[in-house]
């Protein structure tokens, strides 16, 4: 059993930046690719970030790559999503998950989410 909780969200202006941190609990959360997810209303969720079980690999969404950067810290149990250079599109609620399958697919557990605003 993972429990997962975002922390990290705010309102931010356009081109500022967010670090947003996912705490996990249960000591199986360093079997898991780790990734961060995003929705807004009336939308389906939308993949942003994974990363592999030592951080040795990352994958993107192409509208975030280049300005967000995942990492994780298993010693802490935690997974962070830096966002730089945001848009007004950026946002969303964002949500980490563990996953089972590389990079996206499977998810068995999410985190409440984060509410994420960009200001034009």
């Known amino acids: 059993q993972v429990q997962l909780v975002e922390s990290g969200g705010g309102l931010v202006q356009a081109g500022g930046s967010l670090r947003l941190s996912c705490a996990a609990s249960g000591r199986t959360f360093s079997s898991y690719y780790m990734d961060w997810f995003r929705q807004t209303p009336g939308k389906e969720r939308e993949f942003v970030a994974a990363?592999?079980?030592?951080?040795?690999?990352?994958y993107y969404s192409d509208s975030v790559k280049g300005r967000f950067t995942i990492s994780r810290d298993n010693a802490k149990n935690t997974v962070y999503l830096q966002m730089n250079s945001l848009k007004p599109e950026d946002t969303a609620v964002y949500y980490c998950?563990?996953?089972?399958?590389?990079?996206?697919?499977?998810?068995?557990?999410w985190g409440q989410g984060t509410q994420v605003t960009v200001s034009s």
């Open positions: 990363i592999t079980w030592r951080g040795a690999s990352t």
């Open positions: 998950a563990a996953v089972q399958r590389w990079p996206n697919s499977d998810p068995r557990y």
